[in-house]
């Protein structure tokens, strides 16, 4: 399927994009896209343009538009942000490769000559049809997870959660009487645990949800907070794992964020030089809303980025 | 830059995957191997007089189908084959997980989280069905 693309000498696509630093190792980047603000054909053709055959046949196999540029935009926006940070002065997103790691978990297959010291990006991409995200952090594992703040939940929220959750996590919804509520706090766990998986990278069933509890440490020890009770600075967000020792755990830091009034967003990452009973200062957070190509606009500290819980 | 109507996000034609006769499972020595093809929104199946390399019942990919579609709130006019992947219809993890939970009600089945993952498609996820209630038959 061989698409026209007339308008194309009137771009270069590695001109086009903002070349931009990697992220200081505290430090993460989210670029986000949303389709609905995407309406340009020649554009969405650009897009198209740096895929290889396979990845463009992967897009035009989705079933209906929405969800064939979703897929689209998921796999422009992941090779135009990785191209920003010119790795080893590579800047062309059509010239990046990708594999799957053992389990699944896609990463970026760098060109070398010599391959003992691979780059240290990592990022993690999600994507809804109405919103795609790309996180990136350098030396430090990364998984990100978006949903619909509105999202319907087919099932009874706590059979649900029985089923998959943990039992702490099941008291916690249980505790709360309003459904609407429930049916956001869900969403919000739901993301955190995903993230929390996806930066694992070791698959659904390398870390049953069941397996691990996602709770909020708060000013309070005990009891069952509501995340609306929490203020970011005053709490974080930690895991605790049946099968991991304590240890090994505390690792991974979580944020939580409310992104174009529209998303809930979970983002985990590794922590280094964790000590043990020392907290860690909450790493910072950099927020783009782009369409690759076109414009990006840094929209941390605006109300297109909530902070729930866990960054400055 | 000029303005590019929406209409032109299109992307050619629509894509129909062609149904490929020879997706099902065929025992090396079946002696009797049959097509049903159902009218539109049903599925060719294959019945072999060897049980052990079978396909799903029929039924059971019906009923699978019914769910997603139901779960992925899927128009009429959207075609499902067996081989049709939940990603492609828009499914992601949570949609997936759900999926697999309207089976283990339907079926009165538990799915192992290590073989949820492997469940992508509609025959997979038949497949997975018949063996689990046959184990509990």
Same mark, same amino acid.
């Given at each position: 399927?061989?698409? @026209?693309?007339?308008?194309? %000498?009137?771009?270069?696509?590695? =001109? ?9 190792? &505290?430090?993460? @980047? ?9 309406? /340009? ?17 992967? !897009?035009?196999? &989705? ?6 540029? $979703? *897929? ?14 010119? #790795?080893?002065?590579? =800047? ?24 003992? @010291? ?8 999600? @994507? ?8 990136? %952090? ?58 929390? !998986? ?8 390398? *870390? ?5 509890? #996602? ?15 929490? $203020?970011?600075?005053? =709490?974080? #967000? ?10 090994? %755990? =505390?690792?991974?830091?979580? $944020? ?57 | &830059? ?37 009218? %539109? ?7 072999? /007089? ?14 699978? /189908? ?32 759900? #999926? !697999? ?14 073989? $949820? ?21």
């Amino acid at each position: 399927m061989k698409l @026209h693309c007339f308008e194309r %000498t009137f771009f270069h696509s590695s =001109s086009s994009l903002t070349p931009i630093q990697l992220p200081s190792p &505290m430090e993460t @980047h989210l670029w986000y896209v949303k389709p609905s603000e995407v309406k /340009s054909g020649s554009l969405l053709n650009q897009y198209l343009d740096i895929l290889p055959p396979c990845e463009r046949e992967n !897009v035009l196999q &989705m079933r209906g538009e929405e969800l064939r540029k $979703s *897929a689209l935009l998921a796999r422009a926006l992941v090779r135009t942000t990785i191209a920003r940070y010119q #790795i080893n002065s590579h =800047s062309n997103p059509r010239s990046l490769k990708f594999r799957k790691n053992l389990h699944g978990k896609p990463e970026v297959q760098w060109q070398f000559r010599d391959d003992q @010291h691979p780059p240290p990006l990592h990022f993690n991409i999600s @994507h809804t049809t109405s919103l795609v995200a790309c996180g990136v %952090t350098t030396n430090a594992q990364i998984g990100i997870d978006v949903e619909e703040k509105h999202r319907s939940i087919k099932h009874n929220i706590l059979s649900f959660a029985r089923r998959y959750f943990s039992k702490h996590e099941v008291q916690f919804l249980a505790a709360i009487s309003d459904p609407q509520v429930q049916r956001m706090e869900f969403i919000k766990l739901w993301t955190l645990k995903e993230a929390y !998986v996806k930066a694992l990278g070791k698959g659904f069933s390398g *870390a049953p949800f069941k397996t691990f509890t #996602i709770r909020f440490k708060g000013v309070m020890e005990g009891g069952f907070i509501t995340l609306e009770d929490l $203020s970011p600075k005053a =709490s974080e #967000i930690v895991v605790d794992s049946f099968d991991d020792p304590a240890d090994l %755990t =505390s690792n991974w830091q979580f $944020s939580l964020l409310e992104l174009a009034n529209s998303h809930y967003a979970a983002i985990c990452t590794e922590k280094h030089g964790a000590g043990s009973g020392k907290r860690n200062a909450p790493g910072k957070l950099t927020v783009w809303k782009t369409v690759p190509f076109l414009e990006d606009e840094c929209v941390s500290g605006t109300a297109a980025v909530k902070i729930i819980c866990g960054v400055q | &830059m000029a303005a590019v109507s929406a209409t032109c996000i299109r992307f050619g034609t629509s894509v129909e995957l062609p149904v490929r006769a020879n997706n099902q499972i065929i025992g090396k020595s079946s002696s009797l191997v049959s097509f049903g093809w159902g009218k %539109t929104g049903g599925f060719p199946c294959i019945r072999t /007089s060897r049980l052990q390399i079978c396909a799903a019942k029929p039924e059971t990919v019906e009923k699978v /189908s019914d769910i997603v579609r139901k779960q992925l709130a899927l128009s009429p006019e959207t075609q499902l084959t067996p081989q049709t992947k939940f990603t492609e219809l828009g499914a992601d993890s949570l949609d997936t997980v759900e #999926i !697999v939970m309207g089976l283990e009600e339907e079926f009165d089945i538990s799915v192992e989280e290590e073989n $949820s993952e492997n469940i992508t498609t509609i025959q997979e996820a038949a497949d997975l069905i018949d063996k689990l209630v046959d184990k509990k038959a």
